[in-house]
């Protein structure tokens, strides 16, 4: 219980800066409805006398606020539950929130985490991921249609998502478009459009609506956004998206000297876990804290070697993006297209990457 205020009193001390008289109740089916609590002196709040409890939140709701803002994992949670079945005086049925309700774990296999997805883009992907045996996402970042068509007709069948970049493009038409779109269907993979919308609800919609692109023309099921305009951003490209499409947010990057801090980072992922019906994951360095296994993380900055190019990218191993760092998806650009032999590296990715997956859920006891 003493962990549980202690939890409580960095949520509000983080969240309201003035000095409160707030407690947190036991849970009603507690015994004693109004129980005189003294707070232990070491507890980070500014309060130092005996309270008597006032209902703010009882013990599960405050349990689902701390998860939706990312400052404790499922496991807590499930320890927490187990806690107040076993501690309530008189036993009765928890109904929990459906965030709170345990479902599989992000390090077990894709196949066991479809049933967990709130979109039907993370359920495809997912079942990609694991029909083909890959976890690789090609950043295709060229600028000519012919070598953007190239590359997914030569790698679509290794990876499990294409990631374009058409605002670099010289050449980019309806025709490509549609090319793109035929070839992914050809080769089972996902085109992202990774334009990183950033401004107001209002403008995103004009920025996705617009010809420029033809994202409206369905080309693209994912497109990407940032977090940093607020809820407005999500909410306005879900009323224009293609219906079915998704977003994937961005959440940290892997330059050096990026801004993503990790309060930046924990904002972030509550604002995707607000929006299931629209968002299906986050692109991210590692798999953000309280981050459900119904999303799907996408690691950037991936390469066979580590390193740092002259621009400040920072590369991780496809081992430690996936083993060691607990993400889903590598996402691989100049590694792969910049190679004498695109298909053979991509092999190389793709193995890689999905060795490390298989050795990650091995490790936490579990076949595929």
Known sequence: EYLLYRLAAYTLT???RPALKVTLPRQKYFSG????????????????????????????????????????????????QKYLQTNASDP???????????????HTAYSDRISATSHPLSARLLSIMDDKKTNLALSADVQTSKKLLELADTVGPHICLLKTHADIMT????????????????????VMEDRKFGDIGNTVK??????????????????????LPGPGVVEGLKEVAV??????????????????????????????IAHPEFVVGVVSRHRPTGLPPSMIVMTPGVKLLQGTDSLRQKYITPEEAIEDLDSDIIIVGRGIYTSPNTVETAKQFKERGYSAYLQRIQKNGQEH
């Open 14 to 16: 983080n969240t309201w």
């Open 33 to 80: 409805a109004a129980v005189t609590t003294k707070i232990p002196p070491s507890l980070p709040l500014p309060l130092s006398s005996p309270l008597s409890p006032l209902s703010v939140f009882n013990m599960t709701e405050m349990m689902d606020i701390l998860y939706s803002a990312g400052k404790v994992t499922s496991a807590e949670m499930e320890s927490v």
């Open 92 to 106: 009765v049925p928890l109904t929990l929130p459906p965030s709170l309700t345990p479902s599989p774990k992000p």
């Open 171 to 190: 050449d980019f038409t309806m025709e490509t478009a549609s090319n793109l779109k035929m070839l992914a269907q050809q080769h089972n993979f996902i």
């Open 206 to 227: 004009l920025q996705y609506s617009s010809p420029a692109l033809s994202l409206p023309s369905g080309w693209a099921e994912l497109v990407t956004c940032h977090a």
């Open 243 to 272: 219906e079915g499409s998704g977003c994937v947010m961005v959440v940290e990057m892997s330059s050096q000297g990026s801004l993503t801090t990790p309060d930046y980072v924990t904002g972030a992922v509550a604002m995707a």
